[in-house]
């Protein structure tokens, strides 16, 4: 598809504007000189209806939650009601001012109030904060909290375990808080080996990060055990609530012993994303670990009935984000669990198990996983079978893409026994039984062309706008702008596609 600077055609228009109107001023007297363009760029010179179809065919180029199922493992794409969008979008929210005064902000307050409320009885938690705009950076957050205490306390910790499992931004986020970074492999049934955590943890530990079900999609069990063994020696746990929407109304982390849960609002509590935010990962602690969380905390005064910021003392953390984190964010959650009430909550968990559960059994003779156990929110397959025609996991992903899905998380988890082909599928709760089943037929249909036509799959996409790019390019290399010496498009490796949309 040619750029809209391509398109260009001298003296074409997209207004109708009598001649004349313009006669009477000069920009030259009206604007100081600063602000005018000395040299001025070529202007793309189009008509409205090549303006309206060039970017009608750019929006179809993409792919999102409301095109279909997207079932990457690991970020739990679900469907966002426009409800949420509509509230979040309320003019005393969008225009607040955040230097505001609270008694003008008072409903922006209580959303703050409210909303911790709920997830502090979601999660078994005492308070959150509201601040951090990421599940990484509440991963961050959580983990200098736990810092703070100990420095507090007098106590020199330095390591943090870590299962294999977790998600890569668990030891990043450790890593970032200065601690030493100490693996802590699975067992056999792909869950935490706790003999070989009990060995890890000392008085130099400052605990375990833990996800559950863990990143590859298994519940893990002995959390009693777990809890013990951290706590006896000190040690505080943390809880990567990421995966909560395989457990919401079902267990609490702040009931399983846990002290610090982050939550990412923007995968388990709806809100569109994947293209890069807005997110928020709030953290809920222990009382004990209140007086370190960051700022802002809303609380409500009884006796007058109003929200205040309150203050914080000198332990806190300090500031980790502007403002009040991702406002809208918060909106958009409370809005979801007011819409879902606590039996809604719990449907929603029952049935992004049973969907991923579903999907394990239809597909695992043609794509085999890599434990045979139940799963939680998300199955972990594999394409090793298909080794043998020439066919990589990547392939099948690719392949489709031609039958309408988003591809699947492919190539992670990357530990043994996982390291091989693997293919993480998550359908959310959002998903129905028919479009299950079309992906499940999708899927067994590839399998059967991965060993009777190979080539279809080594050479798939061939429905998209463009096909296989360098994907290492693509990251280092963005071209985000137009600028005709920098479209090196050989260079870049694209293929580009006839196709008409
Ligand atoms: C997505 C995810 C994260 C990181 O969240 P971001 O918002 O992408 O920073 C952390 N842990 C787990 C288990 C996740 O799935």
């Keep these: 598809m040619k750029l809209i600077f391509e398109k260009s055609f001298p003296g074409r228009i997209a207004f109708s504007l009598p001649s004349d109107s313009f006669d009477e001023i000069k920009l030259e007297d009206s604007l100081p000189a600063k602000y005018l363009e000395k040299d001025k760029k070529q202007l793309t010179e189009v008509s409205e209806v090549d303006v309206i179809r060039h970017f009608t065919k750019l929006s179809k180029f993409n792919y999102g939650v409301d095109n279909g199922l997207y079932p990457l493992g690991s ?90 499992s977790a998600h890569g931004t668990n030891p990043a986020s450790a890593a970032m808080a200065e601690f030493e970074v100490i693996e802590i492999k699975s067992n056999e049934k792909g869950t935490v080996d706790l003999g070989s955590l009990s060995q890890a943890m000392d008085s130099e530990t400052v605990g375990l990060m833990l996800t559950n079900p863990n990143t590859v999609g298994f519940y893990d069990e002995g959390i009693e055990t777990v809890q013990n063994i951290i706590h006896d020696k000190g040690g505080l746990l ?98 979801w669990i007011l819409s879902l009430g606590s039996d ?100 067994i249909v590839i399998s059967k062309e991965a060993i009777e036509n190979p080539e279809l799959l080594t050479s798939a996409p061939h429905r998209t706008p463009i096909s296989r790019t360098d994907d290492a390019m693509a990251v280092r290399r963005p071209i985000l702008t137009y600028d005709d010496e920098l479209i090196l498009k050989d260079e870049l490796n694209y293929q580009e596609k006839d196709i008409n949309f």
């Design 75 to 164: 970020c739990t794409m679900k469907y966002n009601p426009r409800i949420n969008e509509k509230m979040a979008g309320l003019p005393n929210f969008v225009y607040a001012h955040p230097f505001s005064f609270p008694e003008m902000i008072q409903g922006s307050l209580e959303v703050m109030y409210k909303l911790n409320q709920l997830l502090c009885e979601i999660t078994g938690m005492d308070q959150y904060t509201m601040a951090p705009a990421s599940g990484a950076h509440g991963e961050l957050t959580g983990v200098l909290v736990m810092r703070k205490y100990f420095l507090d306390h007098g106590e020199k910790r330095h390591k943090m375990l870590i299962p294999d």
């Design 238 to 335: 943390y809880y990567d609530g990421a995966n909560l929407n395989a457990s919401l109304g079902i267990s609490r982390p702040g009931d399983a012993g846990f002290d610090v849960v982050h939550l990412n609002l923007h995968k388990t509590f709806s809100t569109p994303h994947g293209g890069g935010g807005p997110g928020s990962g709030v953290v809920g602690v222990k009382s004990k670990l209140i007086p370190y969380l960051p700022t802002p905390l809303v609380d409500l005064d009884q006796n007058t009935g109003k929200y205040f910021f309150k203050e914080v003392g000198k332990k806190s953390i300090g500031m980790v984000r502007s403002f009040w984190g991702n406002f809208s964010v918060l909106v958009k959650t409370l809005v």
């Design 344 to 443: 809604g909550l719990y449907q929603c968990s029952r049935a992004s198990v049973i969907n991923a559960n579903y999907i394990l059994a239809k597909l695992r003779e043609y794509y085999k996983p890599a434990y045979d156990r139940y799963c939680g929110h998300e199955c972990t397959l594999t394409g090793r079978e298909y080794k043998k025609y020439g066919i990589k996991t990547l392939d099948i992903a690719k392949r489709l893409m031609d039958y309408g899905f988003h591809p699947p998380t492919i190539y992670f988890p990357h530990f043994e026994p996982y390291a091989d082909e693997t293919i993480m599928i998550e359908p959310p709760e959002s998903e129905g039984k028919e479009v299950l089943d079309d992906f499940i037929k999708t899927m």
